[in-house]
């Protein structure tokens, strides 16, 4: 019997809490995209600050364009 040609997505995954806030992010190979809570980060960020802090990981890491970033977020509020 010959096996199936399984190609395996490589995904990386994390979680971050503080008091009653929780962030679960994953990162996957791709394009650059930051997609918090099904909106992209433009949409969901007004202040360019904050979306500077989201991009310094990626920067600093050399990994900008490489991989999407999806995140859900529950409570903290926007600057949480």
């Known amino acids: 019997m ?3 040609n399984v ?7 994390g979680t971050g809490r503080r ?6 992010v994953r990162l996957i ?3 650059g995209n930051i997609t918090i809570n099904k909106r992209s980060i ?8 904050l979306k500077m ?5 990626l920067t600093l890491t ?3 364009g490489r991989l999407d970033v999806i995140v859900n977020v529950k409570g903290g509020g926007y600057t949480g």
Do not use: C, H, S
């Not at 008091?19 to 679960?24: P, S």
């Not at 433009?42 to 600050?49: A, N, Q, S, V």
């Open 42 to 49: 433009d949409d969901y960020f007004g202040y360019e600050t």
């Open 53 to 57: 802090q989201v991009r310094q990981p």
């Open 2 to 4: 010959a096996k199936a």
């Open 19 to 24: 008091k009653k806030a929780i962030a679960r």
């Open 7 to 13: 190609k395996k997505k490589i995904q990386f995954w």
């Open 62 to 64: 050399d990994t900008t």
């Open 29 to 31: 190979p791709g394009e």
